[in-house]
DNA sequence: CTGAAAGCGCTAACAA
DNA sequence: TTGTTAGCGCTTTCAG
């Protein structure tokens, strides 16, 4: 078999181009000042040795990885699709990806540590919760951290989520308008902030009109965990005629119960609303009514800022940006659909 | 605003703690040969400074960077579940995870390429052709390259499959005992060596037993394709009464046309079985037939592979492994089960 | 515009 | 076991 080679660096290009080695690091570098002649030289003697710049030794000297570290809990549980758009982005701006899994059982900092020895430019962590010793050390080293779909009270952290409080505020109308008699919530773990948002949102605006009661169960944003959720709420004498879960998916296993186990129809015993509009939540088994996150503008945010402090020369403290991306209301089947041709709208 | 520091270095710790700086470096180095004193000292000053051993420079002098490429067109349609169990037993190796999606649009050449600037030590390709030209690069520069769910007719690649001819041939006879009489199979991208294989496997057990006619789609791996393929199939005069597609995404959207487009029951009027035993497969709406591809063993066979590779100090040519990881029948609800014996599976 | 020289932070010989 | 000395492959002054 072939003997493998070392692959060529930039001193092979530049004695085969008969330039100094500098010019081929130039020729390399847009912007830099190098005459149209001795770039073609050099370019053409790399394409010949397929010389490859070695990022590496460029993130040394530059000190500047170019990788942003992305970390969560669980990879199915946050969306595919937007780390799928994340990752195109990022690398359009020059900019990799690397993924952090963190196994919840475990000390999050430590593979965050990892990261840092990694020496990634800036961090994106979903579904994860920093101590607030490993932010300041972000902080105090220039780099920044932006929480996706989660909030912090620390002004030392971005973060970038959707409309947490307006959509559950619109499902909540959404849902008196279906004229529904009571109503539920299934919360997402208890101590997750998106949660609480959307548990808020929703039960203000029911409150606004007069709703004082809402049962309130919690489905651990687990598939188990609603399952067993919505089983409570459906065995109670009382049980609710519209149910809004916390997450899409929690949505669909308290539909799975409502009509394998309770032999519900829905919408019409039953309205069932979620948040996020996954990609199964428009298959037609569940055709789920639900309000959106937009991949796309969650992400068009999350690069934006990161490019920014980038741009600045890095994190510098000071402003930290809570980026709320609004979606909109996503009215399928699997709630009741207000009778008279009334306006959703914006309230208020 | 706090200032932002420059991290403290080897040489910083070395100072304080009144020793060499590749002391410093021996102390962080697992197996090198430094007194218990000397390391404490060491540990005691870094910990002080919160020293972090700057990963890249090691890069560069081991020309190792501990970073494996995952490349995939799309995401979602990769298992999720699978990237975070292989991101889990990487770190654990000590290797951390890149991920490189490929618009299918465009050059997948051109992504592979940023890739190996990056140094990445080795390569896990799903859903992607590489050129034949990149994959001789990387051997060439002795990184190793991993198919995954893929084939690959040229032994200069190593690869890690779920076994698709004996999964389809189980499927096959299976659906073969259920008594059906007229089958179909749902064949993903016309150029998947896997939908091949799983299209194979299953014709030619069916012809084993007198099957010789099987109606075959295409479905192109999309939702949206695999319900015009069925439509198709179903809108026959004579048409069949058991459908096999080659992935589970397939089957679902398959079975939500036979459902809702054309009011059959399903598995009495038709049976639908998938392939891959993807999570929404067990949901009760569904309750999906499959075989499955068993993600902790396809993640033991590709970290084996490459840890192997690394340990014995790079790809040296001569060795590609053509790993095919069994999985098993699972036996839900969406096709006929045969009469005689019920216990064919364990049905989870 | 170009080359020479000095490192980025670390590991790996080599002596001591 | 230790410290000293070279670099890893590149970018970046600094002269010319």
Same mark, same amino acid.
Not at 78 to 86: D, G
Not at 267 to 281: R, T
């Given at each position: ?6 692959? +060529? %660096?930039?001193?092979? =290009?530049?004695? !085969?181009?008969?330039? *100094? ?7 390399? #570098? ?109 902080? +105090? %080293?220039?780099?920044? =951290?932006?929480? !996706?779909?989660?909030? *912090? ?7 970038? #989520? ?110 069932? %609303? ?75």
């Amino acid at each position: 078999m072939s003997k493998v080679h070392r692959p +060529s %660096v930039a001193r092979d =290009v530049a004695k !085969l181009a008969g330039v *100094s080695q500098s010019a081929v690091s130039r020729a390399f #570098t847009p912007g830099a000042s190098i005459s149209a002649k001795t770039r073609e030289k050099v370019l053409k003697a790399a394409k010949q040795l397929t010389y490859r710049p070695n990022i590496v030794a460029r993130s040394l000297i530059t000190r500047r990885s170019r990788i942003i570290g992305v970390s969560m809990t669980r990879l199915d549980q946050f969306n595919p699709h937007l780390l799928e758009v994340l990752n195109v982005r990022l690398r359009a701006h020059g900019y990799g990806t690397m993924i952090f899994v963190i196994d919840p059982t475990h000390d999050a900092d430590l593979v965050l540590d990892d990261a840092l020895q990694r020496q990634v430019d800036g961090f994106i962590l979903a579904s994860t919760r920093p101590s607030a010793a490993f932010v300041k050390e972000c902080n +105090s %080293v220039g780099i920044p =951290v932006i929480l !996706l779909n989660r909030y *912090s009270d620390e002004r030392t952290i971005h973060s970038v #989520t959707g409309d947490d409080i307006g959509g559950s505020r619109a499902i909540a109308r959404f849902l008196m308008e279906g004229g529904h008699k009571s109503y539920a919530f299934i919360a997402g773990q208890s101590d997750s902030s998106t949660s609480k948002r959307r548990e808020a949102g929703y039960t203000e605006e029911l409150g606004r009109h007069g709703v004082k009661d809402v049962m309130k169960v919690t489905g651990d944003y687990t598939w188990e965990g609603a399952c067993i959720a919505a089983r409570e709420l459906l065995s109670k004498p009382d049980r609710p005629d519209a149910i809004f879960c916390a997450s899409d998916y929690m949505a669909l296993a308290a539909l799975e119960v409502a009509r394998h186990e309770f032999s519900l129809s829905i919408p019409e015993d039953l309205s069932i %609303v979620g948040f996020g509009d996954v990609v199964a939540a428009a298959w037609p088994s569940y055709s789920l009514t639900t309000y959106s996150n937009p991949v796309d503008r969650l992400v068009d945010e999350i690069v934006r800022i990161l490019i920014d402090i980038f741009s600045k020369g890095g994190q510098k403290g000071g402003k930290h940006e809570q980026a709320i991306v609004s979606g909109q209301l996503v009215v399928r089947e699997s709630a009741r659909i207000p009778a008279p041709a009334r306006e959703t709208g914006t309230g208020a």
